[in-house]
């Protein structure tokens, strides 16, 4: 006698789902590994290709690096390398300066944006800032978000090591008052990284890339010509209306260009 064999439809149903997200997760992995090598060969082709002196073909490898998601201070500063060698100034400064913004502390950076900036053809004079706005300032951006988040870390840990002294010696109140002040550090650090974070990744500054533009009094082709600005000026933008953004120089100066006449940097 043939007996029948019941099936539980909802099992049936988690065991399809568990085995779609089995096969999912494999081919997430496989997918990743071979973009990450893709990357890895991409990297040391750019790099040979810039050791031979093409530095067309180097710079459209590293393109394809970044636009794979390896966004790395080292790439983008490789990158406006090969702008620098191909005179295009507006390019060079934009990724000397994202490659900055991710690495502020890197001296080599520093010095090559210092250069790539004596070719900008507008010598502005800032306008000046209280000495503890400009000294907070320069604080704040002295870190990475990752730089700021090492040190979050770096505290929180040595709180913890205050904290376990605590129970075992006689002034409790100093080892407390460590304790709480190394927690407290912690937590300012953990508000820079997110500051931080936030300038990366939403970034109100931009370099203009084009040869010169004249700035408008209005958010229209027929304004009024205010002042003239050349390739790798950086500016801040303020507004924006339509295909127009409002910006702001170092200098104070404020007016209207189309956006596609820059990038953010």
């Known amino acids: 006698?043939?007996?029948?064999?019941?099936?539980?439809?909802?099992?049936?149903?988690?065991?399809?789902?568990?085995?779609?997200?089995?096969?999912?997760?494999i081919v997430l992995c496989l997918t990743s590994n071979v973009s990450a090598q893709s990357a890895n060969e991409l990297y040391r082709t750019a790099s040979a290709?810039?050791?031979?002196?093409?530095?067309?073909?180097?710079?459209?490898?590293?393109?394809?690096?970044?636009?794979?998601g390896y966004r790395t201070a080292e790439v983008y500063y490789n990158l406006g390398n090969c702008y620098f060698k191909l005179n295009n100034t507006g390019k060079t400064i934009l990724n000397f300066e994202r490659a900055h913004k991710l690495a502020p502390e890197d001296e080599d950076i520093t010095h090559n944006?210092?250069?790539?900036?004596?070719?900008?053809?507008?010598?502005?004079?800032?306008?000046?800032?209280?000495?503890i706005v400009s000294n907070w300032n320069n604080f704040t951006t002295s870190q990475s978000s990752k730089g700021w988040g090492v040190f979050a870390l770096g505290f929180v840990w040595v709180a913890l090591i205050v904290f376990a002294v605590y129970i075992f010696v006689a002034r409790k109140g100093f080892v407390l008052f460590l304790g709480i002040l190394f927690l407290l550090l912690s937590i300012t650090s953990v508000s820079l990284a997110i500051k931080q974070s936030n300038a990366e990744e939403n970034s109100c500054e931009a370099i203009l890339l084009t040869e010169n533009v004249n700035v408008k009094s209005a958010p229209d082709a027929n304004g009024t010509d205010l002042f003239t600005i050349h390739e790798g000026i950086k500016f801040q933008i303020l507004d924006h209306v339509g295909n127009w953004n409002k910006i702001r120089l170092a200098d104070g100066k404020v007016g209207w260009v189309e956006k596609n006449l820059f990038e953010k940097i």
């Open 1 to 25: 006698m043939r007996q029948e064999i019941k099936v539980d439809k909802q099992q049936l149903s988690l065991y399809r789902k568990a085995s779609l997200l089995f096969v999912l997760s």
């Open 49 to 68: 290709q810039y050791k031979a002196n093409q530095f067309e073909q180097a710079q459209a490898s590293y393109g394809k690096i970044i636009s794979q």
């Open 113 to 131: 944006l210092k250069i790539a900036q004596l070719k900008v053809v507008d010598k502005l004079i800032p306008v000046p800032q209280m000495a």
